[in-house]
């Protein structure tokens, strides 16, 4: 293990030395003491540390080193292969963090994988990260080519597609404000530097779109595919069985047609 550890420190130095400013560093090895598997005493990770932090002081490093008590040894956390339920918490505080997932069931290529993700699972999979605080780091096997095969190609040039229209959704999106409560079938991203506020359509509505206790929150609202204005409709209107509805709601009139897109996405500039 010693010339290991040797190895280790001199292969993160060549890394963190020859090539300029390191923006992230993921290391992925280390099991707390007692579990199956190798800990921070056998890598010398806070050694290791230390020395990434002297090398490139701008960093920011995952979780996996097995120094979640050691100031500094670690910046974001990162849940693999499952949705959380909500933004990860640390001694009750939010923390950074990042799920990393596959495409299939499978890290690396395998001919016969038969559980490959389709289109809408990947992108309620990166919206759902975006909705909560997080990231998606979504792994990709090559072929022993170096390429990628036709199933990669194919769910990468699909999510292109709908990012072309819809990446102000996710790109410096975050959860949405508590003020804006959820909207059925909807899931919600907020961009804290334009103050725009995207509902993602999982589940297409009928006609109209009630936005509850958005009243008075709300100056426009668009489709983000097109940019085409969506209206305001009357709050008072009535669905079955005469439910009223409340002035503090705001109903968007939509069209009866599904635009062309895998999830719509409306964009509301808000008051």
């Given at each position: 293990m010693n010339r290991y550890r040797e190895y280790v420190k001199n292969q993160i130095t060549e890394l963190l030395t020859n090539y300029g400013k390191i923006d992230l560093l993921w290391l992925d090895y280390s099991?707390?003491?007692?579990?199956?598997?190798?800990?921070?005493?056998?890598?010398?990770?806070?050694?290791?540390?230390?020395?990434?932090?002297?090398?490139?002081?701008?960093?920011?490093?995952?979780?996996?080193?097995?120094?979640?008590?050691?100031?500094?040894?670690?910046?974001?956390?990162?849940?693999?292969?499952?949705?959380?339920?909500?933004?990860?918490?640390?001694?009750?505080?939010?923390?950074?963090?990042?799920?990393?997932?596959?495409?299939?069931?499978?890290?690396?290529?395998?001919?016969?994988?038969?559980?490959?993700?389709?289109?809408?699972?990947?992108?309620?999979?990166?919206?759902?990260?975006?909705?909560?605080?997080?990231?998606?780091?979504?792994?990709?096997?090559?072929?022993?080519?170096?390429?990628?095969?036709?199933?990669?190609?194919?769910?990468?040039?699909?999510?292109?597609?709908?990012?072309?229209?819809?990446?102000?959704?996710?790109?410096?999106?975050?959860?949405?404000?508590?003020?804006?409560?959820?909207?059925?079938?909807?899931?919600?991203?907020?961009?804290?530097?334009?103050?725009?506020?995207?509902?993602?359509?999982?589940?297409?509505?009928?006609?109209?779109?009630?936005?509850?206790?958005?009243?008075?929150?709300?100056?426009?609202?668009?489709?983000?595919?097109?940019?085409?204005?969506?209206?305001?409709?009357?709050?008072?209107?009535?669905?079955?069985?005469?439910?009223?509805?409340?002035?503090?709601?705001?109903?968007?009139?939509?069209?009866?047609?599904?635009?062309?897109?895998?999830?719509?996405?409306?964009?509301?500039?808000?008051?």
């Amino acid at each position: 293990m010693n010339r290991y550890r040797e190895y280790v420190k001199n292969q993160i130095t060549e890394l963190l030395t020859n090539y300029g400013k390191i923006d992230l560093l993921w290391l992925d090895y280390s099991y707390p003491e007692g579990a199956h598997g190798k800990g921070r005493a056998d890598w010398d990770s806070e050694e290791l540390m230390k020395l990434v932090r002297t090398l490139q002081p701008g960093i920011i490093v995952n979780d996996r080193a097995d120094l979640l008590d050691v100031e500094g040894g670690w910046d974001f956390t990162t849940p693999e292969q499952y949705k959380v339920s909500k933004w990860p918490e640390r001694n009750g505080k939010r923390i950074p963090w990042e799920t990393c997932q596959t495409f299939s069931g499978s890290w690396g290529y395998y001919r016969d994988e038969a559980t490959w993700k389709d289109n809408r699972q990947l992108l309620v999979l990166l919206i759902e990260s975006v909705s909560k605080g997080g990231n998606l780091l979504l792994n990709v096997g090559p072929t022993a080519r170096g390429l990628f095969d036709d199933r990669a190609e194919k769910r990468l040039a699909d999510i292109g597609e709908w990012m072309k229209y819809n990446s102000p959704s996710i790109y410096g999106c975050t959860e949405a404000p508590e003020e804006f409560a959820p909207v059925d079938n909807a899931l919600l991203t907020y961009n804290p530097d334009t103050k725009r506020l995207y509902v993602h359509l999982l589940d297409y509505p009928l006609s109209r779109l009630t936005l509850k206790g958005y009243g008075g929150k709300v100056k426009y609202a668009q489709f983000l595919h097109d940019r085409s204005e969506l209206k305001f409709g009357d709050t008072q209107f009535s669905v079955t069985y005469q439910e009223s509805k409340s002035s503090d709601d705001v109903i968007l009139v939509l069209p009866e047609v599904k635009p062309d897109i895998e999830i719509p996405v409306i964009e509301l500039i808000l008051e």
